[in-house]
């Protein structure tokens, strides 16, 4: 028998009383399943503590977050105890719970509805796509694994009659694509794993002859499931993405449901969302025709002739850095524009051919048509950083950011980065620095110059403080950044 009465009991909330004659060995060290916050209602004497910490006085409007799987127990007290408590079913709290239970105000009538409208703006807040627009920015910051079986979509057919673009992977960047106009990190990534589980359930149906992916939506799930940490570290809502990916097949026959599966279906917070994935998830043609399954290349599409991802990236850097002619490798590249098309001029030593001291090397002449996306030419405008500035100056107040500098903005193009800064990367980086703000401050004061990183986006920005201005100093993206100066991992 619980030592305790449920009187109160809505889907994640409850009133719970512990009376004043409770046996104090039923009190017992236990753990739950889910994060859950308790707000103290009432009662005298009675204390909450967590494994490995001391006990803490519980007073009549005091709010404490209890981490899932964490032990903890209460001590019995003077009188009846009352709390309420509210369960985190779905692990939104996961990495800002500390900062919520901080800010819960005592006087809150309904703190149910204050956390579940907490959480929406944390997400709505947070989920955003901090610099991807394109598939082959996601396609990049998936894990290994992950990459692979994506890119081994390109081989799995489908059913022409919903399917006519072709393969999955070709229907896969289609989604995304569709999907990154929303701006929404959840729809996102929704998008890029829905039919990966293709690759497992792909059959031929016995009636029709036609190909069939019956249940790749539980196989993709799953996977969903599996990879639920890389998809927090990327801004998403785990519990939404799954959530998208186990129904987008029954979204797709929801007007023939009945009433009770409908409601079921539509119950979840993100049904809004699926909503919207139905419509990016529809098949088609003509979008299908310029997608090239290159996906590492994708923004230069080849006209005619041939160029692999590796000429791309170097054809792409000489067009917006120079110098051109270049030499990359055994290779020398000449770029000669054409109207709205590049003429790109590749010579390359011929395969198998040993140099003899003294000879010419032999070299055969690639000539390729090519047309590149007008946002991977495009650098930023000082009007963007300016933009960036302010933002800064407003989350990290009373810290005056500038980013004026001349080698700042200089640096934000320059092709050692591999990929231009953009604005949209600068906001998610300010976004994720104001949540260490006291500590950005402090090192500031003791160490004067501090190096802010992020690995989501290998992002490095060195701050020199004067007076109660930081100072960015230059900027660069480079993984495991080295410095002299004190770092502060964002």
Known sequence: MNPYKDIDTTTNKTVRIFTQDVDSHELVWHRDREDRIVRVLEGSGWKFQLDNNLPIQLNEGDVIHIPKYEY????????????????????????????????????????????????????????????????????????????????????????????????????????????????????????MFHDIGKDETAGVHPKTGRITHYGHEDVSAKLAKKYRDWIIKMGGNPANVYYIVKNHMKFKQLSNMRPVKQAKLKSFRAFDKLSKFGKHDRGGLDEAKDIDENILSEGIKVIDGHLTAKDKRVVLQIIKNGPNPAKAGKAVYEIKPDGDFYIVIKKQMDRGL?????????????????????????????????????????????????????????????????????????????????????????????????????????????????????????????????????????
Do not use: C
Not at 359 to 366: H, M
Not at 386 to 394: L, P
Not at 419 to 441: P, T
């Open 72 to 191: 903890h127990r209460i001590i019995k007290g003077d009188t009846d105890l009352k709390v309420e408590l509210y369960k985190i079913v779905d692990n939104l709290l996961e990495e800002s719970s500390n900062r919520l239970k901080l800010n819960i105000p005592k006087n809150v009538k309904d703190m149910g509805d204050w956390i579940k409208n907490k959480e929406s703006e944390l997400f709505l807040s947070e989920n955003t796509l901090d610099g991807i627009s394109s598939f082959k920015e996601l396609f990049e910051r998936l894990p290994k694994e992950l990459q692979t079986r994506v890119y081994a979509l390109k081989n799995i057919g489908q059913n022409p009659q919903w399917h006519p673009e072709g393969n999955v992977l070709k229907h896969t960047i289609m989604v995304v694509r569709r999907a990154l106009k929303d701006n929404d990190m959840d729809l996102a990534i929704a998008a």
């Open 354 to 490: 040993i140099p003899v001291p003294g000879s010419k090397l032999r070299l055969s002449t690639y000539k390729s048509t090519i047309q590149i996306k007008e946002s991977l030419v495009k650098e930023m405008a000082k009007s963007d950083v300016q933009k960036v500035d302010q933002f800064a100056d407003k989350i990290l107040n009373p810290v005056d950011v500038d980013l004026t500098s001349k080698h700042f903005f200089d640096r934000l193009n320059d092709p050692r980065n591999e990929k231009d800064i953009n604005q949209a990367e600068l906001i998610g980086f300010f976004k994720r620095l104001s949540r260490s703000k006291k500590k950005f401050i402090e090192f500031l004061d003791t160490y004067k110059q501090v190096v802010a990183t992020d690995d989501r986006t290998n992002i490095n920005i060195p701050f020199m403080k004067r007076a109660n201005r930081a100072i960015a100093k230059t900027i660069m993206r480079k993984k495991d950044f080295k410095t002299p100066d004190k770092k502060l991992d964002i």
